[in-house]
């Protein structure tokens, strides 16, 4: 599936526990902002799933649970989050 197609698929689900939503890209300037990633990326994979799960960065979700999409100007580099 096209990684254009996905997200579209994404944004018409609800976050749980294969799936988070998040305005901005990771901080990872401090310990405290490399703890919040580094959290977010163990509890997905300490989930029990069958299929993947995905963090998509650049989506607000507003209080009746649509979805903003704010993109991004800036993401940290790939090999930084790795």
């Given amino acids: 599936m096209p990684d254009q197609k996905l997200v579209k698929k994404l944004l018409k689900e609800d976050e749980g526990p294969c799936l988070d939503f998040k305005s901005e890209p990771y901080r990872l300037d401090t310990n405290y902002f490399k703890a919040v990633f580094i959290?977010?990326?163990?509890?997905?994979?300490?989930?029990?799933?069958?299929?993947?799960?995905?963090?998509?960065?650049?989506?607000r979700?507003?209080?009746?649970?649509?979805?903003?999409?704010?993109?991004?100007?800036?993401?940290?580099?790939d090999a930084d989050l790795q």
Avoid at 61 to 77: A, C, L, Q, Y
């Fill in 61 to 77: 979700v507003n209080t009746d649970r649509s979805k903003t999409v704010i993109g991004v100007t800036e993401h940290p580099d």
């Fill in 39 to 59: 959290k977010d990326i163990v509890s997905m994979a300490n989930t029990p799933r069958e299929g993947s799960a995905y963090i998509v960065i650049g989506v």
